[in-house]
């Protein structure tokens, strides 16, 4: 009986290791490593246009309804994101629709923000200690702070770096501040720019046990807190904050249901950027900012999706990238044939572990079924002794990789 | 009965356990001057900066020792009853072959884990004297897989030593290596978590594997 | 119940079939010693009985089990002696004993010391770094004290010097005189076994005959004769086997002496002053086997 099970086991521990990597080996070798492309809203054109990679420094050139455009013509499609060449090529100022531009206010009127679903929250590992930097007028640039904060259902306290011992100062007037304004311990999201590589500090949004949203800033070393109106009832997933000096907005917010807003500057007022059916747990956004248009990209495994916008965030126009099925080549029929599935462990949505399995398709099956065939026929010329049903199992759902495994871990008989 | 079998296992194993433990708890003080030194001479709320969102981490040193440790207690463990033939001493003692092999292997994994688990523990404390305990539990989740492949390696070890054919041997000591590499990938702390309660089912399933090559073991002849 | 019982035992070894049909039993109390060249599978067939090898074919029965799903409680009853004494290098002579007295309810422990006595080591001494006389004292005191009532010894002469031998042979002797014990021995110093067995097997070409030792000596003789012939005798039917000394013969034969020379002459060998003389079992072994 041990017998039986044992072998089980080893069976089963050689079609994992060959499926965890001998598709990972396959890729690499025939290079199969999908780039996105780069999607962008031309305001010349009033259309999409996009750039592809085709490996090696080759890319295409072209717009949503298929027309191709060499690189000088794709950047001219492009003004604002190739705002360097025009005065190069002294076409400056820039005029469309009517309006003109120099290059200051091109400058001032950019601002690019991406949010990969890997950083999402519930997609990656995070410690929950952050440094609150101090603003001081004073002083120029943001220094780090000497120490980091927590929240619990205490309140907020301060961890010192130096004696890695709580600041009980800080501690007390940062809880009380926030017991003042009605925060409601512990936080469920924090959210903040941990890094004082930013052009100044906006503090942390934190989203309390009640879903009230508060901005929680440090100036002098005392507390600047603001209880903002954010609907408690927004079912926040996650928030980023992204300090800019056009001081439109703080930052994102997406919410569990896949609603994607920014808060503005005035007020926290919260304007919603209107796509449908976004995942912020498997999908990656991008909002890219010019003088004349905001353009909402979102990529997902099936394609990209693009939405411009006017100045006020009313959707304008939209378009889908379909990404193309890079099983579709020889290549990849080899691979489904040989190799029917996958057991995957990283994935590119995610900045932990995810456990994943992927099938193959029809040529999967056909591999399965010619591996079975290929089994009963070695087995009938080799043996004479009758087939193992527990072999035969293992080759009629795992294909090639049961066959190997068989083949090596073969059955205990004497003689052999 | 047991007894007599954790004894010969402790006699095989003591010097070589002795000698691991020596050698882990060395990284182990390596690792705890190192962290000591940046934290007094950098700014510590920097190095704070690096692990927490950089997800540095400052006790790498110890990564392959827990997998060293599993190979060579199982080393330790086997070479003696294998070379020679010695295995048929213990082949014919009154006691199901099965029941021997599930008793050595304890006894195995019982010092493994004391001599994986101790340098955690330490590891532990070093971070946990500088660095809030948030930070100092993640030497928990980060080193549990590599204890883990320890554990693998340490039965996967057993498994391909008792085998006795030699291209099985062979093929095994791939599928094992490849598994037990799954436990090293990923960068920062914690990484592998969300995987572990899945892998840690390899763990039963290596140690089915020691009684298929143990069986295979004995029909070949011992 | 017979000690041991074989029934059409078939085993091939690299391709080679080493026996087919191979069945014989060793009764209960009886001492047996199993004789034959090298190479003739003595080797396979202990590995068999000792339940290190499946066989692929036949049953091989020890105390009634099959020999290579011999339950614990049937193991308890056999002790084994493995070729080149083997025995655990890093145990000292007292982890031995304590080590294998956990799994013999009826250990005794004096016999064990008693015979380790005789060397006059530490009991801290280190198996390791014994002699391979010493390391043979403590394995046959383990055996000894486990009290089994089947003993079955791989070359137990194996690198061991005179003395030892000669020790082990008291040991085994006073073994064999206790009621219902067998033994099944085999061994490279033939004569060891003539003041040991009472039944011989004999292991040739795949085939084995059993034959008591008494009858064996009597039955089987040594003949003397001298003779100038360039012709040499020819084994066959009568004549089993022969040694030539320049001009000194001796043949082996089943039969009486008449017979023989008559024999002898029809083969054309002339035979000068025929006579029988004393044979050892190491010599009627090499005349009924060949040196070879």
Redesign the interface.
Same mark, same amino acid.
């Given at each position: 009986m041990t017998g039986l099970v044992s072998r089980l086991s080893m069976l089963i521990l050689a079609v994992m290791a060959m499926s965890y990597i001998l598709p990972a080996a396959f890729d690499k070798v025939a290079g199969r490593k999908a780039e996105e492309p780069l999607l962008f809203f031309s305001p010349v054109l009033q259309k999409f246009v996009y750039q592809e990679s085709l490996g090696g420094h080759r890319f295409i050139y072209a717009d949503e309804d298929g027309v191709h455009y060499d690189r000088q013509e794709f950047e001219a499609l492009l003004p604002f994101l190739y705002h360097r060449s025009l005065k190069i090529h002294d076409l400056l100022p820039l005029v469309i629709d009517g309006q003109s531009f120099e290059l200051e206010d091109i400058r001032a009127g950019r601002q690019a923000v991406e949010i990969k679903s890997r950083q999402v929250k519930v997609n990656r590992q995070q410690i929950d200690l952050y440094p609150l930097f101090n603003n001081d007028p004073g002083v120029p640039m943001i220094p780090f702070p000497e120490d980091v904060f927590r929240i619990t259902h205490k309140g907020m306290e301060f961890i010192n770096a130096d004696y890695n011992r709580i600041d009980s100062e800080l501690t007390r007037d940062f809880t009380e501040a926030l017991r003042d304004k009605g925060f409601v311990f512990p936080a469920e999201v924090i959210s903040g720019n941990p890094t004082n590589l930013k052009p100044f500090d906006e503090g942390y949004f934190i989203r309390d046990a009640s879903g009230q949203v508060f901005h929680v800033k440090r100036v002098r070393n005392q507390p600047a807190i603001v209880r903002t109106d954010i609907e408690p009832g927004l079912d926040i997933l996650d928030m980023v904050i992204s300090e800019n000096r056009r001081m439109e907005f703080y930052g994102a917010v997406f919410t569990t249901q896949g609603d994607i807003f920014l808060i503005s500057y005035d007020d926290y007022r919260l304007i919603r950027i209107p796509v449908d059916n976004f995942d912020p747990r498997s999908m990656d956004f991008k909002l890219i900012i010019n003088p004349l248009y905001r353009t909402a990209v979102i990529s997902s495994h099936k394609g990209i999706y693009g939405l411009a916008m006017d100045r006020d965030y009313s959707a304008v126009h939209d378009f889908f990238l379909e990404r193309p099925a890079p099983e579709a080549g020889f290549a990849g029929r080899v691979r489904d044939f040989f190799l029917p599935f996958q057991i995957i462990l990283t994935s590119e949505r995610l900045d932990q572990a995810g456990l994943g399995l992927r099938t193959g398709g029809p040529w999967s099956v056909a591999g399965v079924i010619t591996a079975l065939v290929l089994f009963l026929v070695m087995n009938r010329s080799i043996r004479t002794r009758p087939t193992k049903k527990m072999d035969l199992l293992a080759v009629l759902l795992t294909g090639f990789f049961g066959l190997v495994a068989v083949g090596f871990i073969r059955d205990d008989h004497p003689g052999e | 009965?047991?007894?007599?079998?954790l004894?010969?296992e402790w006699?095989?194993l003591k010097y070589f356990f002795t000698g691991v433990l020596v050698l882990n708890i060395g990284v182990c003080l390596k690792i705890y001057f190192e962290i000591r030194g940046l934290i007094l001479s950098e700014?510590?709320?920097?190095?704070?900066?690096e692990a927490?969102?950089l997800?540095n981490i400052f006790f790498r040193d110890i990564m392959f020792f827990p997998l060293a440790t599993g190979l060579i207690l199982a080393a330790a463990q086997l070479v003696?009853e294998i070379s020679?033939?010695?295995m048929?001493?213990s082949?014919?003692? #009154? +006691?199901?072959r099965?029941l021997l092999l599930v008793l050595s292997v304890a006894a195995g994994l019982l010092f493994f884990l004391i001599a994986a688990g101790i340098p955690a523990v330490f590891i532990y404390f070093t971070m946990r004297?500088?660095?809030?305990y948030?930070?100092s539990l993640?030497v928990f989740?980060t080193m549990g897989p590599w204890v883990l492949a320890g554990i693998l390696g340490y039965l996967g070890g057993i498994a391909v030593l008792l085998e006795p054919l030699k291209?099985?041997k062979v093929?095994?000591a791939?599928?094992?290596s490849?598994?037990i590499s799954?436990m090293y990938?990923?960068v920062?702390?914690?990484?592998?978590?969300?995987?572990m309660p899945?892998l840690a089912w390899?763990a #039963? +399933?290596?140690l089915?594997?020691?009684?298929?090559s143990g069986?295979?073991f004995?029909?070949r002849?011992? | 119940m017979n000690a041991i019982e074989v029934h059409n035992l078939s085993h091939q070894y690299n391709g080679r079939t080493v026996y087919q049909d191979l069945t014989f039993t060793v009764p209960q109390g009886s001492i047996c010693g199993l004789l034959g060249k090298n190479g003739q599978g003595k080797t396979t067939l202990v590995n068999i009985l000792m339940g290190f090898l499946k066989p692929a074919a036949g049953s091989c029965l020890v105390l009634g089990e099959n020999s290579h799903s011999l339950p614990p409680d049937v193991r308890r009853r056999v002790g084994l002696l493995h070729e080149g004494h083997q025995a655990y290098e890093f145990m000292t002579i007292a982890q031995t004993e304590r080590f294998f007295r956990g799994f013999y309810p009826d250990w005794n422990a004096d016999i064990f010391f008693s015979l380790v006595k005789k060397m006059g080591l530490s009991h801290r001494h280190r198996v390791g770094n014994m002699s391979c006389g010493q390391r043979s004292q403590v394995v046959l005191g383990v055996i000894m004290a486990q009290n089994p009532d089947l003993l079955i010894l791989d070359d137990y002469s194996m690198g061991l010097d005179a003395g030892y031998r000669r020790l082990f042979l008291d040991v085994l002797h006073d073994f064999a005189a206790m009621e219902g014990k067998t033994i099944f021995v085999t061994s490279h110093i033939v004569q060891d076994l003539e003041q040991l067995v009472d039944t011989i097997f004999f292991l040739d070409q795949g085939r084995i005959t059993r034959t008591g030792l008494k009858e064996f000596l009597t039955s089987f003789k040594k003949y003397v004769f001298f003779s100038n012939t360039g012709t040499v005798p020819l084994e066959d039917e009568v004549i089993k086997g022969f040694e030539r000394r320049r001009d000194r013969f001796t043949v082996y034969s089943y039969q009486d002496p008449d017979t023989v020379t008559e024999q002898l002459t029809r083969q054309g060998v002339e035979v000068r002053d025929l006579h029988r003389a004393d044979m050892t079992l190491e010599d009627g072994f090499i005349g009924l086997m060949g040196k070879y």
């Open positions: - | 009965m047991i007894s007599s079998v004894l010969k006699l095989k700014h510590p709320e920097m190095i704070w900066y927490i969102h997800h003696p020679r033939r010695r048929r001493i082949l014919h003692l #009154p +006691l199901h099965d004297a500088w660095f809030p948030e930070v993640t989740t291209t099985r093929f095994l791939i599928v094992f490849v598994i799954v990938t990923g920062g702390y914690g990484w592998l978590s969300p995987a899945y390899l #039963p +399933l290596f089915l594997c020691v009684f298929s069986h295979r004995q029909q002849g011992a | -």
